[in-house]
């Protein structure tokens, strides 16, 4: 029995992510319905955890497309990048969950007076956003009732990554045997996303004084710093304390002072080349404090250490972002207070940031 529709929407992600990766078709017509040229523009443009996830694939972006990839959240888009991409060819991926961001809607026209054309990824096809592309992709997980995202967040990441490896198709530099190939060890590697949120609820459960947390901070490096950003929010929008991201280098020019008796810290360890540096910080947090997890891909060298499966490239930033939404979810929920709770019902209509 699932304590919250949070813990529901976390738990239908497997099923729906399976789902998704069967479902190539719609993705393979728009993007050969996309006809680009040499020195050709992207524009991921989204707000909050849309835009968290354009920036955790910009790395699979480009490794597989010659393009140039830009993320540029809504306002910065709508404000500051006419100027310098007009003229350009290229498209405009405008990624909304809801379809209903206004600040999203509006980079549609600015995106068409740029020249550029513009692909609608969104849950809802009734939307304003999906009404207002030259095509819609759809997000596939249906709507996600609740203010802190984790089904959206990781189907909008499932359907950037599938665009992704199309355009890698298209333009050969991906075989077909070998998209089959990365299909089939994404598919391999989310397989256990319901064991890895078991273990993640096992893990708070023997660490529950995470729940008293004044801040928490949170370190990686390379590809996963689009990752690091939304397990940022995640936790920051159900525990509302401060939680501070910080690429690994950076946190030891100044961020090293909240390491206090009663600090807490995540760190994100994988096969790039923070590893030794993160090492060596967790060496030195454990001189003054205990509450430290690392998430890794690496067999576990210490009790701080969790082990993520991963066996290919794709999967990385579906199944390192699920233990912040388990951690999330549990330790809010520790602390008395459900995520599910909208805590200013009256702020989107009073900003007119989102439409109902
Ligand atoms: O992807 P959308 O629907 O445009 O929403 C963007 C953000 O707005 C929120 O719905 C509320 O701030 C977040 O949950 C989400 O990350």
Redesign the pocket.
Known sequence: MESNLMEAYINKQQETLLDLLEDEQSIKNVVKSIDEEQNYLVCLV???????AAMAVKPIWEHYTTAEIVVCNAFQFRHYAFKKYQGRKGIAIV???????TG?LDCIQVARQMGLSVVSL?ADATSP?AKAGDSVIDIGCGEEAI???TA??TA?LMRLIQIAVAFGEKHASLSRRDHQQLMDTLKKDLNDIQTLILQMKHWVKQHVAWKQAPYITVVGYGQELGTLYEGQ?KLL?TLRIPVLAYDIEEFTHGPHRLIQSDSFHIFIKTDESGRAMTDAITQFIEGVNRNILVLTVFEPHSKYELTIQCQGQLSKAIKFVIPFQVLANELALLTGFNPDTSVYPEF?SKLR??TT
């Not at 990624?95 to 961001?101: A, D, E, H, V």
């Open positions: 989204a707000c909050g955890s849309s835009l968290n990624i909304s969950q809801s379809g209903r961001s999203t969104t956003i203010g802190p995202k959206g967040y909008t929010l929008e989107f940031t989102k």
